[in-house]
């Protein structure tokens, strides 16, 4: 299959790119579109076949359910089992943006959507082509990251086209990611809302509009291997979100402390790639060195083009400096967990 690659930043290519992703669309093909978090592989949430293509395309697990992108009042209504005032409280105060809403869903929500779980995962996307996609389509469009399972998410294009090409037809280019890492994901099934997946909506920011809100215990080891269960968030996952090459999260004092941390790993300093955001040490030796604002907003905006990067000089190690373990920062730090987990 030949992948086509459309620009979007004229009104002329918007409404070219918008016209031909819609038809693709409608007629059960995936389509990697942009969001403000990250792309997603986007099909009709309505129709089966599509949905099992997104599966097959990305060779994703059928235990890991996806969200469903609206983008207005209507399709919310049709989607949704029940909207208690909590959901229409974080609604009001996050969409449309970078937080997914997990809810009882309705009827037209299939097994296949949901791993067979009776929730569904909502989100009202920020990004301009992807709400026009969804309202030209007039159908909800179930879409998760464009990534092959367990890969990086991408943040641009040209990340969707190394992973994606000749397996689907259509990538649209809307530019570099906003956000940068995956929306947060809150559960409102059970009593308390539950951050299931942390994001760059974080808790402080969600207990303002409830208190309540808490994060999910995080899952012991010997409980996350080799599950058949549907999963709540990628918790299951241990290793997530990670690039091809070996990765190492820590925290180092000076240059020469530096080296002896990746000799001790077993690393040729030629052969690593350092990311870094507060102790930059001096580039020589190392296959790359890689600053990154010390702002979190900045910092997930920036970090999976970094790691693609990185990735792309094929070292034998990738290590990244610890970030700081307050809450603004708790998603970020999350994606960095998962991705150097061996
Ligand atoms: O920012 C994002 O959320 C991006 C863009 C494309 O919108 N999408 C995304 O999708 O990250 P994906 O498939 O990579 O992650 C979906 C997450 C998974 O962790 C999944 O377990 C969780 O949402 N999820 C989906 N349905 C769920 C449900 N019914 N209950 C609990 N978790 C659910
Ligand atoms: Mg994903």
New binding site residues.
């Given amino acids: 299959m030949n992948t086509e690659v459309l620009s979007i930043h004229n009104s002329t290519l918007f409404e070219h790119a918008l016209e031909k992703a819609v038809a693709l669309l409608n007629l059960g093909h995936v389509v990697a579109l942009p ?1 403000e ?2 792309y ?1 592989l986007a099909a009709d949430a309505l129709n089966p076949t599509a949905i099992q293509t997104i599966y097959d395309t990305k060779r994703r697990p059928a235990t ?4 469903v ?1 609206i983008a207005s009042r209507q399709m919310l209504n049709d989607c949704v089992g029940d909207w208690p005032e909590r959901a229409e409280k974080f609604a009001r105060s996050f969409w449309p943006g ?1 937080l ?1 809403l ?1 809810l009882p869903k309705a009827a037209c929500i299939t097994n296949g959507i ?1 791993a067979g ?1 009776d ?3 909502l ?1 009202w ?1 920020g990004h301009p082509f992807m709400q026009a996609a969804i309202r030209r389509l007039g159908r909800p469009v179930a ?3 464009a990534n092959l399972a367990n890969q990086l ?1 991408p943040t641009s294009a040209e990340h969707v086209l190394t992973q994606l090409n000749g397996r689907i037809p259509l990538i649209v280019d809307g530019g570099a990611s906003n956000v940068g890492i ?2 947060t ?1 809150l ?1 409102l099934c059970g009593k308390t809302p539950t951050v ?2 942390p994001g760059m909506i974080h808790l402080e920011s969600l207990q303002a509009v409830d208190p309540e809100t808490k994060n999910q215990v995080p899952l012991k080891e010997n409980e996350l291997k080799g599950s058949q269960e549907p ?4 918790g299951l996952h241990r290793k997530h979100y990670a690039p091809q090459a070996r990765m190492k999260l820590l925290s180092w004092e000076t240059s020469s402390n530096l080296e002896s941390k990746v000799a001790a790993l077993g690393a040729k300093l030629e052969k690593t790639c350092i990311i870094c955001h507060d102790r930059i040490p001096s580039p020589d030796g190392f296959a790359r060195v890689s600053v990154i604002p010390h702002d979190p907003e900045a910092y997930a905006r920036a970090l999976y083009g970094e790691l693609f990067i990185a990735d792309r000089e094929e070292p034998d190690l990738i290590l990244v400096e610890s970030v700081p373990n307050t809450p603004s920062w708790h998603g970020v730090q999350d994606r960095l967990t998962r991705a150097s987990t061996d």
């Fill in positions: 969001t978090t990250v997603g890991n359910p996806l969200i992108h970078p997914t997990v949901t779980l929730s569904v995962a989100r996307p879409a998760p990251s998410s995956e929306s994901v559960d299931l997946r999963q709540l968030s990628p």
